[in-house]
């Protein structure tokens, strides 16, 4: 028996550590999931920074946070966030626009809800494009990937453009007046104006993308630019398409098909400085910190800009595989990534550092 035992206990002690090698430990990526957006809230599809808070827009919620280790100031919840579940449902494929002060939610009918970003759950300011327009017929959102499908600038005024039986490109322009009380929670929203917008020219029938920047709206159609100032004038500015427009230090730049646009009179007018491949006007284009990137699928890049070029360092992803970024944004030293699949988080101080090469 003692013969037979050694060899016995020798085989207890090999299994033992061939089981122990199997453990697996973890691994930590460099992007980190937050904690807030899980289950039913994983699908979000805009985001909004301010000074004090930051807002996300998913399909069935609407997410405000504070910094870490901050009680929210509306909710006495003993957290940073805040959850609220949205009474009009956004279309997921569609990327809605959120201010400071309110965003907008709408359906193909013609729907359109304004809500106070502070108080979602309180009074919204509602009504029906279908009221104001007898033409009417439906609101046809552009795309998530190309832009946002509703507009609001900094005055507080939101651009939605819509169908109807003219085969023209027909858009409302909205005056937003929004009061806020002296606790700062009851925030109550009201319409001062509402103008339809008509583009009166042969074949342009179709909204490409859509930017606003500061106080102007810039519309691409099917084969030019407009832009759309406060009072609702109409400037033709570029007879070609931009799918993207951003600013960047004193100029605005513009993406085409095939070439790298500038304008340095707040995009009255455009010079082209560069051509470029094609597949860069697929691209999202947004500035975090003092610096633009661009976002596609799951891959990110810090892109170097001047007068006549443009060129782009891929930023390390680890942790973002698979994923769909729908949205960029820097809040509380961190930089956030809305996805379809959930909301991601790096340190600012980490965020600008080049993917490793294989």
Not at 76 to 104: C, M, W, Y
Not at 176 to 198: A, S
Not at 204 to 227: C, H, P, R, W
Not at 293 to 303: K, L
Request: aromatic share 14%.
């Amino acid at each position: 028996m003692k013969k037979l035992a050694l060899p016995f206990i020798g085989l207890l002690l090999l299994v033992g550590c061939e089981t122990e090698k199997l453990i697996e430990v973890e691994k930590e990526f460099n992007w980190q999931a937050e904690d807030n957006f899980r289950y039913d809230n994983t699908l979000q599809i805009n985001s909004h920074a301010t000074d004090e808070f930051m807002f996300f827009m998913g399909h069935n919620y609407f997410t405000s946070l504070v910094e870490d280790g901050q009680q929210h100031p509306d909710f006495q919840s003993g957290d940073n966030a805040v959850q609220f579940i949205l009474h009009f449902t956004p279309e997921t494929n569609r990327k809605l626009p959120i201010s400071d002060n309110f965003f907008v939610v709408y359906n193909s009918n013609g729907f359109l809800a304004f809500v106070p970003t502070r108080n979602p759950v309180g009074l919204s300011l509602t009504f029906n494009l279908a009221d104001l327009d007898d033409e009417f017929k439906s609101v046809n959102g552009i795309y998530y990937e190309r832009s946002e499908s509703a507009l609001i600038n900094d005055l507080n005024q939101v651009l939605i453009p819509y169908e109807d039986n003219t085969s023209k490109v027909t858009m409302a322009l909205v005056d937003i007046e929004y009061n806020e009380n002296k606790d700062g929670f009851n925030h109550k929203l009201d319409t001062l104006r509402t103008q339809i917008l008509t583009i009166d020219e042969p074949v342009q029938n179709l909204v490409i993308a859509m930017e606003s920047i500061g106080s102007n709206f810039f519309v691409t159609t099917d084969s030019k630019v407009y832009l759309i100032d406060p009072l609702g004038n109409i400037n033709t500015v570029l007879n070609e398409r931009l799918y993207r427009v951003f600013p960047h230090l004193q100029n605005l730049y513009g993406i085409g098909w095939n070439g790298l646009f500038i304008s340095s009179d707040n995009g009255f007018t455009w010079n082209q400085v560069a051509d470029i491949p094609t597949i860069w006007s697929s691209l999202n284009f947004t500035e975090i910190g003092e610096k633009v990137i661009a976002y596609r699928f799951d891959q990110v890049w810090e892109v170097s800009i001047n007068s006549a070029e443009i060129g782009f360092t891929e930023l390390d992803n680890d942790g973002l595989d698979g994923k769909v970024i729908t949205s960029a944004n820097q809040f509380d030293d961190k930089v956030f990534l809305t996805t379809l699949t959930g909301v991601y988080s790096k340190s600012f101080e980490e965020f600008f550092v080049p993917k490793e090469t294989e």
